[in-house]
Nanobody, 119 residues
Framework: QVQLVESGGGLVQAGGSLRLSCAASGGTFSRDAMGWFRQAPGKEREFVAASAGFRYYADSVKGRFTISRDNAKNTLYLQMNSLKPEDTAVYYC???????????????WGQGTQVTVSS
């Protein structure tokens, strides 16, 4: 059973930075497709970034966010720079056999970490 635990969320001013971490256990991290999603209040969960041998991003975060992974530590990261109030959401880490931009593409999810960007 794969377990994912996110950390690193918090309150930051617009223009600031945060780095999220996702510690994975119980799976084959080096082979799994990994992704970040986010969900703002009253909105559907949306794709942010994915890593599966290559990286790709939602247009809304391209150039500001960077996804990376440390296979030796079984940890996925999301470096978020130039944060905007509209980035405020609960951020979720996800893992699966295949990568994608939709929530059904992933099999396992973390509990989420809150990111709040003040204006």
């Amino acid at each position: 059973q794969v377990q994912l635990v996110e950390s690193g969320g918090g309150l930051v001013q617009a223009g600031g930075s945060l780095r999220l971490s996702c510690a994975a256990s119980g799976g084959t991290f080096s082979r799994d497709a990994m992704g970040w999603f986010r969900q703002a209040p009253g909105k559907e969960r949306e794709f942010v970034a994915a890593s599966a041998g290559f990286r790709y991003y939602a247009d809304s975060v391209k150039g500001r966010f960077t996804i990376s992974r440390d296979n030796a530590k079984n940890t996925l990261y999301l470096q978020m720079n130039s944060l905007k109030p509209e980035d405020t959401a609960v951020y979720y880490c996800a893992a699966g056999v295949r990568t994608g931009v939709k929530t059904p593409d992933y099999d396992y999810w973390g509990q989420g970490t809150q990111v709040t960007v003040s204006s």
